[in-house]
């Protein structure tokens, strides 16, 4: 398959799941895509002071230039 072709198949299963779902379903999945838009654009705020680089709690990443990093 091609890329084209995966991307239409992907799409038409999409409609077709979306045909069978009853309208409060198709209303919670219209809202999340919304939310989901409107989240990517929003401006994250920045840390004054902060260690930089990603959240060590979130993504696991304790070190800075082979320094452990505890806070």
């Not at 239409?8 to 209303?27: D, E, G, I, M």
Request: proline share 1%.
């Amino acid at each position: 398959m091609t890329k084209k072709d995966q991307q239409t198949s992907k799409s038409k299963a999409t409609v077709n799941k979306q045909q069978f779902l009853c309208a409060a379903a198709q209303r919670a999945l219209n809202e999340a895509e919304e939310r989901r838009k409107s989240e990517t654009h929003e401006e994250k705020l920045v840390e004054n002071g902060g260690r930089g680089g990603k959240d060590p709690s979130r993504y696991g990443d304790w070190e800075i230039k082979g320094r452990a990093i505890d806070f």
